[in-house]
């Protein structure tokens, strides 16, 4: 009897027009509906939300972050813990970035080899930390996420130097490849490689066909979301998704814009994560069908409504949008309340796709949506061209 795969990744429903697809992603710690939006808990926690919330939200996988976690606590506790989900007294499913990203972020902070990332420590201003390949595997291993992705060699989109991006796209594969040397625990935790080119066909192209030559059991679009333009944007995201295996998942990073997950799941991404919604709700701002909502504005302030009608969230149930002015971005409490409707909001929007396309109404709920964000028809460019490429027109 062969050993149980730790993914098993069925497409039960595609789109007849578009390329977007619903399917099932079984993973170690629970069974995941894709298209799925995957909230940021940067250190094994979503700012102002206690796991138990999110199980009630129904939330089925949620992301961490290997560098943050990897200076504090560190991996010796996260591997005494018994990983994070038992550190954190979470069920669900986890998936780890790989701490590349951080090469971006920090930036300043980093310096950049063939052996990995030497980063200033955000903790000890005089200490250094070595991210190497091996060493992200080994943080990632002690974690135990489901879904662990390869370091990468990361270069922002705004950088127009080609020879660089190109050594990043050769160096991702050969980190790759010390990535999955390194992995002691292939039997629970999936590697996920990265495609890096930035805005270059080319070297996107180049990227994806040497990562699939690997085994792998899943593929992120990596290098995206950086400054580009959305019309660069949704061009690169297409084209990835265009010649990566159909059978496996496709998770394109740093993406969870209601708008940017309607037209990628369009254009047949599986997966996004994105800190926007909680970050956002920090400020003050929820979210809904039609737009963002300012609850600091002052119109909000004789305002008994809830924050939408339509939501069926505890918040929505509970709370008017006066009230919620009147605390936003002031206290503890408004952060937990909005970040709290702000998944809730994200979960919908994801089911909703999910059905829609199912039920073969995906085109109809698109054009729908977009109208209900741009009710005077004034619909960006690249919305316009990104859904014509994928044959839906809008109203």
């Given amino acids: 009897m062969s050993p149980k795969k730790p993914l098993v990744f069925n497409i039960i429903s595609e789109c007849k027009t578009s390329m977007a697809r619903v399917g099932i992603m079984e993973l170690p710690h629970r069974a995941v509906d894709t298209p799925v939006f995957m909230p940021v808990g940067t250190q094994g926690t979503l700012k102002g939300l206690l796991p138990e919330q999110l199980e009630n939200l129904g939330l089925q996988i949620m992301l961490a972050n290997t560098y943050h976690l990897g200076t504090k606590p560190g991996a010796k506790i996260l591997k005494k813990a018994g990983g994070l989900h038992k550190f954190m007294n979470w069920k669900g499913a986890l998936l780890t970035d790989s701490g ?54 990361v270069v922002a989109t705004t950088v127009p130097d080609k020879d660089r991006i190109e050594e990043s796209v050769h160096r991702t594969s050969r980190w790759l490849d010390r990535c999955l040397k390194a992995h002691q625990r292939p039997d629970d935790q999936n590697i996920f490689s990265i495609v890096q080119g930035t805005l270059f066909n080319d070297l996107r192209t180049q990227s994806i066909h040497d990562l699939i030559k690997r085994n792998v059991n899943g593929y992120a679009i990596g290098g995206l979301s950086g400054g580009e333009s959305k019309d660069d944007f949704w061009k690169m995201v297409i084209l990835s998704t265009s010649i990566l295996p159909k059978n496996k998942p496709r998770y394109l990073m740093g993406v969870g814009f209601a708008i940017d997950l309607v037209v990628c799941s369009a254009l047949g991404v599986d997966m996004f994560d994105c800190v926007f919604p909680t970050r956002t709700a920090r400020f003050g ?98 919305i316009r061209d990104s859904l014509a490429a994928v044959n839906i027109s809008l109203l």
């Fill in 285 to 382: 701002c929820a979210l809904t069908m039609t737009g963002q909502l300012q609850l600091k504005k002052a119109k909000y302030k004789f305002d008994f409504n809830p924050i939408d009608k339509d939501c069926t969230c505890v918040i929505c149930k509970t709370y008017t949008r006066a009230y919620l002015h009147g605390i936003a971005a002031r206290t503890p409490v408004a952060c937990s309340l909005l970040s709290e409707h702000n998944i809730a909001f994200q979960l919908r929007l994801m089911k909703c796709i999910r059905d829609s396309i199912k039920e073969n109404k995906f085109p109809q709920f698109v054009a729908e949506f977009m109208l209900g964000v741009y009710p005077d028809k004034d619909y960006p460019t690249w």
């Fill in 100 to 153: 590349g990203f951080q090469m971006v972020s920090l930036l300043k902070l980093a310096e950049i080899t063939e052996e990995g990332v030497k980063f200033q420590s955000l903790n000890e201003q005089k200490a250094e930390v070595m991210l190497t390949p091996e060493h992200s595997i080994e943080i990632q291993n002690a974690i135990g996420a489901d879904i662990i992705m390869q370091l990468d060699d």
